[in-house]
DNA sequence: TGCATTTCTAGAGTTATTCTAATTTAGCCT
DNA sequence: AGGCTAAATTAGAATAACTCTAGAAATGCA
């Protein structure tokens, strides 16, 4: 037997880009979320997670880079993929104006510049932000994230 | 662009058939940005600003709404008047998740709730929410707004 | 009223995404 | 290793939300 279910940690991929065995921890933490590490979720998971800074892809680009990398992935795949990947807490989808859906792979807390001319995005760490006071969540609710978009233009 | 503004003409043939003057204020607006007050526009102003409180819409329950009233509108027609009052200041666009985009009939300084089971948005006053600290825009550029999005869920 | 221009509309086209149903693959069990 | 079954992948069809087009209608100035 060669692989041992080891109990969840709540760490990310990306810490473990250094390492030398760059799909040993991808595939447990597939595992963990009962995806098996099939060839196409491991060549994707390594176009997002192993270059070590944060991207912003659509399916459609991730799709791209696949194929230049050589990797014969669907595009349905990619889609099912990337929503596999946010349901499993290893991305976060943002929707901005455009009608694209964005995947970060930046999970943890931050907000984002999004340029009004060219619909870029760009990361703004949380600790640049300080929200002082909120409003309480409506009864039975609670508040579950809250995503700050600052939106520049030109001048 | 064209034009002119002769003396606003105060009467449209609709307006004979509604209450005294309920598109004066919609009238004036549109002509300020250079919009014909048609019979199609009036219509939808009507729906979007004559309920007194804030709306969220979509093109299509706008739409729906404008045929169940008894306007012929296009859906097309729709979609124009919908960015046309958006580029002249009377709505807002908001887009958030699910690939719809939503238009706000309220224009002042605001924020939303977001649902994350139904999607449904709410307006939260500017003065609930306090923002202690911002980054700084790239250089060359200034900060046109700031969308801040509470998601909520059960609980 | 007549005319130039703007606006409206049905339907075709586009884009991003999801679905479907057939094929392939992974992981388990001898 | 070989076989089985459920899960995953895929191409292509389908859908959703717009956007475009080009002809018809309405508007407003003279």
Redesign the interface.
């Known amino acids: 037997m060669t692989v041992m279910h080891t109990r969840p940690r709540a760490f990310s991929m990306m810490e473990n880009t250094m390492n030398e065995r760059p799909f040993a921890q991808a595939i447990n933490r597939l595992r963990e979320v009962d995806l098996r590490p099939t060839r196409q979720r491991l060549a994707l998971a390594k176009l997002l997670f192993e270059g070590g800074c944060d991207r912003h892809v659509t399916a459609e680009t991730l799709h791209e880079e696949a194929q230049r990398s050589g990797a014969r992935v669907s595009l349905a795949t990619v889609y099912n993929t990337l929503h596999q990947f946010t349901d499993a807490g290893l991305l976060r989808?943002i929707?901005?104006?455009?009608?694209k859906?964005y995947f970060d792979t930046n999970i943890h807390d931050h907000h984002h510049?999004l340029?009004?001319r060219s619909g870029e995005l760009?990361d703004?760490p949380a600790h640049?932000?300080?929200?002082?006071?909120?409003?309480q969540?409506?009864d039975?609710?609670?508040?579950?994230?809250?995503?700050?978009?600052?939106?520049?233009?030109?001048?």
Do not use: H, K, N, Y
Request: proline share 5%.
């Open positions: 989808e929707m901005v104006d455009s009608g859906t510049f340029c009004e760009t703004i640049m932000v300080t929200v002082a006071e909120l409003p969540a409506p039975g609710r609670r508040i579950s994230r809250v995503d700050i978009v600052i939106r520049i233009c030109d001048q």
